[in-house]
């Protein structure tokens, strides 16, 4: 399996930050890559697919970049809304793997 | 709207069998070009793909956990999940998704709520 490590595991920030999540794949996995958000208590939503296309009604303060073994997402503004638990999907190799979440919290 | 519906028991005994239906509204399982998929969460942890089923009847499961897992449809709309011989390891919320992807799931736009399902022993 492909693993995939999200960096940090825990994020403080403040309304308006410009906050950015990183996630590394074991190997290369080329833009085959989702970022989900997920608030406690309810299923996850998908943001971003193939590394940087954001999902229908997603907000355009997110946004994801990156190919092969590294990539980013990014929210430029926090709102209030944004705060949960995101993690990084890989789809280049079944069984599609997940990074371990970062949760993103109120400074 | 693609709506999707978790349901079956929520306590399952140790070494027995875990069995969950979803219940697919707003769109047709057997329409084509969707992958149908039970995806779990163990308790404040990450997310586990478990496995997943096509419309045509193809199946595709996670190696970890594939000699326990059967996944297929049933009438109405609604597709299951079979893991046998479960122990604690299997309590989680499991959620069932709609996959989209060419010749695989690949990205997963639709879930359902998520049911806890606690394994006692």
């Known amino acids: 399996d492909i693993q995939m490590t999200q960096s940090p595991s825990s994020l403080s920030a403040s309304v308006g930050d410009r906050v950015t999540i990183s996630c590394q794949a074991s190997?290369?996995?080329?833009?085959?890559l989702n970022w989900y958000q997920q608030k406690p208590g309810k299923a996850p939503k998908l943001l971003i697919y193939?590394?940087?296309y954001l999902n229908a009604g997603v907000p355009s303060r997110f946004s994801g970049s990156g190919s092969g073994t590294d990539f980013t997402f990014t929210i430029s503004s926090l709102q209030p809304e944004d705060f949960a638990t995101y993690y990084c999907q890989q789809y280049d190799n079944l069984p599609p793997t997940f990074g371990q979440g970062t949760k993103l919290e109120i400074k | 709207q693609v709506q999707l519906q978790e349901s079956g028991p929520g306590l399952v005994k140790a070494s027995q069998t875990l069995s969950l239906s979803c219940t697919v509204s707003?769109?047709?399982?057997?329409?084509?070009?969707?992958?149908w998929n039970w995806i779990r969460q163990h308790p404040g942890k990450g997310l586990e793909w478990i496995g997943s089923m096509y419309y045509s009847g193809s199946t595709y499961y996670s190696p970890s956990l594939k000699s326990r897992v059967t996944i297929s449809v049933d009438t109405n709309n609604q597709f299951s999940l079979i893991l046998t011989s479960v122990t604690d390891a299997d309590t989680a919320v499991y959620y069932c998704a709609r996959g989209v992807g060419v010749a695989a799931p690949q990205r997963f736009d639709y879930w359902g709520q998520g049911t806890l399902v606690t394994v006692s022993s």
């Open positions: 190997q290369d996995i080329s833009y085959s």
């Open positions: 707003g769109g047709s399982i057997s329409s084509g070009r969707y992958y």
């Open positions: 193939a590394a940087s």
